[in-house]
């Protein structure tokens, strides 16, 4: 009897966050201090949370004139999540030593 495959699910849920990731892009990454935000919508106003690889949170910035100030952020990997609209949309960054 052959062995039953992995099943994949996807969620409504799952599908929006996905749709929703995919409009709101930031650029450089890797950065050295200032992200451009580019999205559907003007994101200005938007706080960011920034988490560490450890998951803890790092930095609370607001997004002004589409651009995302991470300077004060160590090197290494962090994560970006947005909160807007009812809609959470997480990102990673890469943030590189001047």
Known sequence: ???PRPRRL???LAA???AQATAIQFYPTPTTGLVQVQASRSLDGTVV???GAQG???LAATVC???LGVGGLPAGVCYL???GGGETVRQRLMRQAN
């Open 16 to 18: 929006r966050a996905s």
């Open 10 to 12: 996807a969620t409504p």
């Open 65 to 67: 004139q589409g651009r």
């Open 81 to 83: 999540r947005f909160k």
């Open 1 to 3: 009897m052959p062995s």
């Open 56 to 58: 803890r949170a790092v």
């Open 49 to 51: 949370q920034l988490y």
